[in-house]
């Protein structure tokens, strides 16, 4: 790039985020879920290819970006807290900078009007980028803020984007998650989390309670997966802390899962707080339930409490046999046939495009095949089967699964 650029632009956002992209290259994310780009096997393939540059603000509300090819001026130098740096291939002669409303999804509403603001594009020649992106703590240069905590005419933007040609994308390691670029730097003091779990990046495994709320179900909830299924009506039930268990069989010693509950539209927006064990246990009446499976579950105990089913429970982990790279190689092949062919996949997974996208970028056995299972047509029987076998074993069944279905 010759020219000089030099020139700021103001967005702001409600999703801690802001984007810059061109929507037409984005044009295969128009089916894709709503907040796609919160997956990072999703949002690391437009890093890769230069698509997209996106970054974590920390916080709502607005900001500023100065974009600029001549570098950081003394002053930004000094108040740079965190960098990034993106691919970025121009091939339509502009950008736009979105604060989340108008990344292509398939909740968009009218895209033509959410692009026909100019004061959110940027005019840039088509070409191979390094755009590196700076967060500066412009509020602590002193001056910066006046009496009432606003900007003062001369303070610093929030962010700088320094956009250098490249010969080749390929110089550049792009980001695999959408990078925390807030200018406040964090410590683990700032974090529920206990030290030693922020400081290795590990996810923390709570305790498990010594009950809970038991939901008896039709079929078996595989860890990992969000899911949001439908209630019986006036089936009212409890959870405890957000949490309950659910499993397809209810003798003791079965397997079940632990689900974590996200989100519960209700018939009726009342609901009784009664004080167990002193954890907070909330009775509801709703129409389905949202959330996530977080783990399997033995359950050692069954009982009836207020004409609920309540269990004790112990951890479970299958057993721990490790599986050949060509084995799962094959049964990500039969899963993307299966996925591109089979009309019965296609009508009960939502998304499913996406679907078969997060399982084809799996590399976790156990993982692999909870997916996997769970977009399968098995019987609840075949599911439950299938939650004590180690990881090879779980791996072959699938696998025989597959072949079975992609042969009829």
Known sequence: MS??????????????????????????????PPSWWIEDFAVSK?????????????KDG??????TNRG??????????????????VLHGRLYLDGGWAVPEVNQINPEECYSSDDAWITLPNGDYRATVYAIAWFEEPGAMDENGYSTPQALTTYVVELQSVASLEEIVPPTSIPDLDPILYTFEDSDLPEAAWLTNEEYTEPLAPVYPLL????????????????????????VDGQMVISYS????????????SQMPSRNMCYLIYSYHMERLQRYDYDYLQGVGTRLVRLNRVFEKEEDLWVEVEPYEPPPVSVDLCAIARLKQLFADYADKNATYQERIQFHHFYAERVASLTNPRELGWFIANAIDFNGDQQQALL????????????QALERRLSE
């Open 3 to 32: 020219n000089e650029l030099n020139f700021e632009l103001s967005g702001g956002t409600d999703v801690a985020k802001w984007f810059l992209f061109h929507p037409e290259d984005l044009a295969h994310r128009w089916h894709a």
């Open 46 to 58: 437009e890093f890769a290819a230069g698509s997209l540059v996106a970054v974590s603000t920390g």
């Open 62 to 67: 607005g900001f500023k970006i100065r974009f």
């Open 72 to 89: 950081l001026t003394e002053r930004e130098q000094t108040y740079v807290r965190k960098t990034a740096a993106f691919r970025l291939r």
């Open 216 to 239: 008896y179900w039709h079929e078996v909830i595989f860890p990992g997966i969000e899911q949001e299924f439908s209630l019986e009506p006036d089936a009212p039930f409890e959870v």
């Open 250 to 261: 209810i003798d003791e010693q079965a397997i079940g899962t632990l689900f974590s509950v």
């Open 388 to 399: 004590t076998l180690s990881d090879a074993d779980l791996i072959e069944a699938l696998t």
